[in-house]
């Protein structure tokens, strides 16, 4: 019985051999992680902003067509139309709310004139401010480019900054550009980046169309 018990629990052992070749399997696969962690991370986080950006624009679609208006009283305010504004440029101090490629804000169009004005030295959500949620992005992601379609699509212009208009009852979105509101335009085209170059950068990009449907690439 003794002998059995020996030969059954020395069939069940591990050699040196098979720990070794273990744990350079595992190392080789821990080794694929890290290596490829930083593109990992990189896709979690555009795929996250152009999430946030798109629930952004139907956010504002939803203001506009909820009537949700500001102010109290006789000053309440609820005719006008709800837009989101998107700026490819550089930080500005001098006017933090007038957008950047590291933010985009909703905003509600207090003198019905179809962009947004920024208002500068009034804080978002101040009275007087048309600033009504202020997304900064806090990543290393950047608002890269701007892409407006006419047309068919046949023809495509670039553009630094656009505001989505938005008003009730229509769910249709209006595409506003270097002050002029071209019912023309059919789509435009978010681009989003990691803020790398060459083979490194990584893009998103979230199409919205002037039906009110919007989509990510």
């Given amino acids: 019985m003794n002998k059995i018990k020996y030969n059954f629990f020395l ?52 203001f506009a067509i909820g009537v949700h208006g500001l102010g109290t009283g006789n000053d309440f305010k609820n005719s006008n139309g709800y837009g989101i504004h998107f700026l490819t440029d550089n930080y500005n101090s001098a006017d933090p709310l007038a957008g950047s490629k590291k933010s985009f804000l909703i905003f509600y169009d207090l003198d019905d004139d179809d962009e947004y004005d920024s208002g500068s030295g009034i804080n978002c959500g101040e009275s007087g401010s048309e600033c009504v949620e202020l997304f900064n992005i806090k990543t290393s992601d950047i608002i890269k480019s701007i892409e407006v379609f006419i047309g068919s699509g046949s023809i495509k212009l670039s553009t630094s900054f656009i505001d989505i208009i938005f008003k009730r009852p229509n769910p249709k979105a209006y595409f506003c550009t270097n002050g002029v509101c071209d019912k023309n335009i059919t789509r435009i085209n978010i681009t989003i980046s990691n803020g790398q170059e060459g083979d490194k950068e990584k893009t998103r990009t979230i199409s919205i169309q002037n039906t009110g449907q919007i989509s990510v690439q």
Wanted: glycine share 8%.
């Fill in 11 to 62: 069939n069940h052992g591990f050699t040196l051999v098979e720990l070794m070749v273990v744990i350079s399997i595992f190392l080789i696969m821990v080794g694929v992680m890290l290596f490829d962690y930083g593109s990992f991370r990189s896709n979690v986080s555009l795929q996250n902003l152009s999430d946030d950006i798109a629930l952004a624009i139907r956010k504002t679609q939803g």
